[in-house]
């Protein structure tokens, strides 16, 4: 019999804006629908070329392109880890000169294969023979100076060394790692950084995420399998030994954020869904692995007896219910449940995991355990142990402090470049970061470059705003020769640095070229192993395609400008190029970014919001293109107006530049640009500014794509993380633009919702799906945010993090751990109106773009928030509508299959019981789809358990890959608990104590009066024999 459509609900949520769509079903006592926590999709993660398909076998249809034969959002094949992740080059040199001995074809060509042969990833570790080398630990600027830190680091990730060791059955340790030391600290002759940075660290030192204190958290923005951005603790995690009760030891905790980090797994345990009901009719503790034991206590004043109380309708316990687990166990696994247990030793592997618990592993990695996920990594891609040795040496540290940063403007001046306005746009773009971006006290040096380098000007330390003038006073005001020689002009730029340093490390070279130079090669090996870090901005097609290697092998910014020099693209990324030490109160923050082609005698008119986490150092600066300056208009919060008459103008070089004096006042400001001529021109408004003051942060914005090179039709995921120190930002609207070398835009608006391409909800961290591409080549990236009113998230942490233990079961005894800190009270969340940013990201290359017509290859997309629940006899299932390409437009059906068990959902989903959807029409990607239907009854006992899973199907018949598993419970009382994992609270046990002693109390009690009136009586009877004797 097949289970037959009950009925169907369908809600749509505007793909833009993030309203709340609740439908309340038949609703009944305690029984509430959480929203679906996030499950994993196979993203657009770094990946291998994938190959065209022959497009005879594909149907065609305007406006697609190829795609993937097999269904899914797999958006590029596996790979993902930085196992092998960064090359270093043989023969360092400390000066730049000539690489001798080898050719610079040669060079090139030996050092490009390698770059080649090296993953994409962000972190600093690289695995080599077993070793983690250059794990890169950071101390942020706004820590106080404390030893206890640098020597808890070190105690840590050694202790950490050997259990990763064995947990990994002797594969991997840490073999060398470095500390990066505040340049706000006292120095003490650290050795100097090379290319290290806080921005790039592994593991940072940071004050606490506001909302929860010192637990240590990795975050993660990506699918299962994929690395994370950091692993984050506490100063006081490190110099405080009472945390050790709360995570076990601080070794034990760095390898369970290092599993999260370097291969993707996520925690066994839930916070939100701590016990579930199996389909043995039993409540256990959502952990990983079963064999784990413990008691249940009740914290909380919902235990009115002392005992955990079950929910009548859910078979569950309420809030208030907690798991203890015994000190002493037997149980080896699992690490990513609770390495504070001194038995765990392992990761759950294919044999103990436990695949009926609602935890983020099974919903984020399709019912896979920690153990296959990591043996699945490049890391183990031999996968056998590093020795039979269980001896392995300590890792070695080195301490590493930068003090002055030296940057050092390469600039190309060459003819090469397309457009007669280049020396122009050069030119406020770099006084532009001279005035207002570059940070007080860094030292700046200026070179020129065409056929041949020459040095403007050696460094000059910003001390003061005539410092920065003067240092503007050197920019190129003319052409040069008719070719571009890079290397000439980088070799200059080492020169100008180690006069200053007297070396190259630490130091900043920012390379602007578009010419046709293609000899970089002749300079490549000795450049990026001079110690500097290379910060690229390739302008149009021509520029040579190896500039950016530069950028990559020594980890620098890596922008590109399309050859449309009238817009604002140069600004904005001069503008991104700001210093990486964590300290967002020095950095500038860029509010606005504006470019029009304005008719003649029409005007350019815009608002922007400036919050009260900005102010200080606030400058508005209008571009034109026509011999005269438009007419500027600016009025702010207040009423108070500026004209073209309070800026600063640059005739010569078109610029008008306002600075707001003190802080700027909070609120929207209106300005208006007017062109006064009759023919059309581009005018440009550019606003930046500074952190008001140092107790606040600023509101941020960062970027990144998902991988730095794509072969179509393998797709990507642009990711913006929008935070207020650590904390999200919700509610933000967020606009992508993308252009290529040809000038072509696309636009797209991220979202934040837990669908699509979002992996987690609500984490502010928005993202999309990128797939439609104008051609091959480079691909620029702009960011706009926009928000009236910001939203710090009152839920949980939403990133991996260490649990914090309520207590432990020790020899029978009890023995609570103190209650967790509540959240800290200070909002930081913008408190007048909303905010406005703009930001850039790193470049990306797109090959294998095909020539139209093209053909449908992108299939509706994974999805990843289906929730199931049961009301009555029937299951109420609710998702994320997916679109017809992605999550872009609308699906034409669903497929809906149920089962026992999630396995053979996983694994043959067409071998599992038929759903009817024919009367189930998707709507457009981002609406809310509700769906009821009668199951067939898999009853075991009194519990009825279906498990649930969706496919989406386009209009070429081109499927999604299988959505996460959800999972129903229907509770039918009276319930049964398990005895090895169920023992009454403490107060339960104590009334009972009570009772049983009263009850004996009354028992004793009972029997002596019995004794002495029998006694009494016996003592009657004789003296009334002895009277009658008597008598």
């Not at 500027?632 to 207040?638: A, F, G, H, K, Q």
């Not at 905010?835 to 294998?848: I, L, P």
């Amino acid at each position: 019999m097949q289970p037959h459509l009950q009925h169907c609900v369908q809600v749509c949520v505007p793909q833009k804006g993030h309203k709340d769509v609740r439908i309340q079903m038949r609703a009944k006592e305690e029984h509430v629908a959480k929203p679906a926590d996030s499950q994993c999709g196979l993203l657009a993660g770094f990946g291998s070329p994938i190959s065209v398909p022959d497009p005879r076998r594909a149907e065609r249809r305007e406006g697609a392109g190829h795609r993937h034969p097999r269904g899914g959002c797999r958006a590029g094949r596996g790979g993902g880890s930085t196992a092998d992740a960064r090359l270093v080059l043989l023969r360092p040199q400390l000066l730049c000169r000539g690489t001798g001995g080898m050719s610079g074809g040669a060079a090139a060509g030996a050092a490009l294969l390698a770059l080649a042969l090296a993953a994409a990833g962000e972190g600093a570790a690289v695995l080599r023979d077993g070793g983690y080398d250059g794990l890169l630990a950071a101390v942020h600027p706004r820590v106080p100076e404390d030893g206890r830190l640098v020597a808890r680091l070190q105690e840590m990730i050694t202790e950490a060394s050997s259990y990763l060791f064995n947990a990994t059955k002797g594969r991997v340790y840490f073999r060398s790692v470095k500390i990066l030391i505040p340049p706000t600290w006292k120095e003490k002759g650290y050795e100097k950084p090379k290319h290290e940075t806080y921005e790039k660290a592994d593991v940072i030192v940071a004050a606490p995420y506001w909302k929860h204190g010192d637990d240590p958290y990795t975050l993660q923005h990506e699918a299962c399998g994929k690395m994370g951005k950091y692993i984050h603790f506490t100063p006081n995690f490190l110099a405080n030994d009472y945390v050790t009760d709360i995570y076990g030891s601080r070794g034990r905790t760095f390898v369970h954020e290092w599993a999260h980090l370097r291969w993707g797994v996520f925690d066994e345990y839930d916070n939100d869904r701590p016990f579930y009901v199996t389909g043995q009719n039993q409540v256990k503790v959502t952990r990983c692995s079963s064999d784990l034991t413990g008691i249940y206590v009740c914290e909380k004043n919902s235990c009115t007896d002392g005992s955990c109380v079950i929910n009548k309708l859910t078979g569950l316990f309420k809030e208030g219910c907690a798991f203890i687990p015994e000190r002493n166990q037997t149980a080896v696994s699992s690490i990513m449940y609770m390495q504070s247990l001194s038995s765990v030793a392992e990761f759950c592997n294919e044999h103990n995991h436990n695949r009926e618990a609602p935890n983020l592993q099974n919903r984020m990695c399709d019912y896979r355990s920690t153990w296959e996920v990591i043996k699945n990594s490049t890391d183990f891609e031999n996968d056998l142990p590093l020795t039979s040795s269980s001896f392995i040496s300590p890792p070695s540290f080195s301490l590493l402090q930068k003090r002055d940063r030296v940057i050092c403007l390469v600039l190309d001046v060459s003819k090469t470049i397309a457009g007669g306005n280049w020396i122009i746009r050069l030119h406020q773009a770099a006084e532009l970061y001279l005035l207002q971006i570059v940070e007080e006290n860094t030292y700046v040096g200026i070179v020129t470059f065409s056929d041949k380098g020459e040095i403007k000007t050696h460094v000059h330390q910003i001390v003061s705003d005539e410092a920065r003038k003067q240092l503007a006073s050197y920019l190129p005001t003319a052409p040069g020769g008719k070719r571009a020689n890079v290397c000439a002009g980088l070799r200059l730029a080492c020169e100008v640095i180690r006069k200053k340093e007297g070396h190259l490390y630490g130091s900043e070279i920012i390379l602007v070229t578009g010419g046709q130079d293609n000899s970089t090669g002749r300079c490549f090996s000795e450049v990026i192993n001079g110690g500097s870090v290379i910060h690229t901005i390739t302008v149009g097609s021509s520029a040579a395609k190896e500039i950016e290697h530069f950028s990559k092998e020594t980890g620098g910014f890596k922008f590109f400008v399309p050859e449309r020099l009238d817009f604002s693209d140069l600004l904005d990324v001069f503008s991104g190029i700001m210093s990486r030490s964590g300290d967002t109160f020095h950095q500038s923050v860029q509010i606005e970014s504006a470019a029009e082609s304005v008719a003649g005698y029409r005007q350019l008119r815009r608002t922007v919001t400036i919050d009260s986490t900005v102010g200080r150092e606030t400058f508005f600066v209008a571009t034109w293109q026509a011999a005269e300056p438009p007419e500027i208009i600016l009025i702010d919060p207040i009423g108070r107006s500026y004209t073209i008459k309070d800026f600063e103008l640059d005739s010569e070089f078109h610029v008008a530049r306002l600075q707001i004096p003190g802080t700027a006042e909070t609120g929207d400001w209106a300005y208006t640009l007017i062109n006064v001529h009759l023919a059309p021109q581009v005018l440009t408004m550019t606003v930046t500014s500074r952190a008001a003051n140092s107790t606040l942060p600023t509101v941020s914005v960062k970027t990144y794509m998902s991988k730095d090179t794509t072969y179509y039709p393998s797709a990507m995921v642009v990711y913006v993380q929008i935070s207020q120190g650590f904390s999200p930002i919700l509610g933000a609207n967020v606009t992508a633009i993308f252009s290529s070398e040809n000038g072509d835009m696309v636009s797209l608006e991220l979202l934040d919702n837990g669908a699509g391409s979002d992996i987690i909800k609500n984490d502010g961290i928005y993202s999309k799906y990128l797939f439609s591409f104008s051609g091959n080549g480079r691909y620029s990236l702009k960011v706009h945010v926009q928000a009236n009113r910001t939203t710090v998230p009152q839920t949980a942490m939403p990133w991996s993090h260490a649990m914090y233990i309520p207590g432990y079961v020790e020899n029978g005894k009890l023995k609570m751990n103190p209650s967790r800190p509540p959240a800290i009270k200070n909002n930081i969340q913008v408190r007048r109106g909303g905010f406005s940013r703009t930001a850039v990201g790193d470049s990306f290359t797109v090959s294998a773009v095909p020539i139209a017509p093209y053909v449908d290859v992108f299939p509706p997309c994974k999805i990843i928030d289906l929730d199931a629940r049961m009301e009555d006899d029937k299951v109420i299932l609710s998702w994320t509508a997916p679109g017809d390409d992605f999550d872009e437009g609308q699906a034409a059906s669903y497929e809906i299959r149920t089962s026992e068990t999630p396995l053979e959902l996983r694994d043959s989903f067409y071998n599992t019981t038929f759903v009817n959807t024919s009367t189930l029409s998707p709507q457009r990607a981002g609406c809310t789809e509700i769906f009821v239907f009668k199951p067939e009854a898999f009853t075991t006992g009194n519990i009825t358990v279906i498990y649930v899973a969706i496919r989406a199907v386009d209009e070429v018949f081109l499927r999604s890959e299988l959505s996460n598993i959800a999972q129903a419970v229907m509770f039918i009382p009276p319930m049964a608990y398990t005895p090895s994992n169920l023992k009454l609270g403490v107060s339960t046990i104590l009334l009972l104590f009570f009772v049983l002693l009263t009850a004996l109390c009354l028992t004793v009690s009972t029997s002596l009066c019995l004794v002495k009136k029998k006694k009494k009586k016996n003592l009657s009877e004789n003296t009334a024999k002895l009277l009658q004797h008597k008598v």
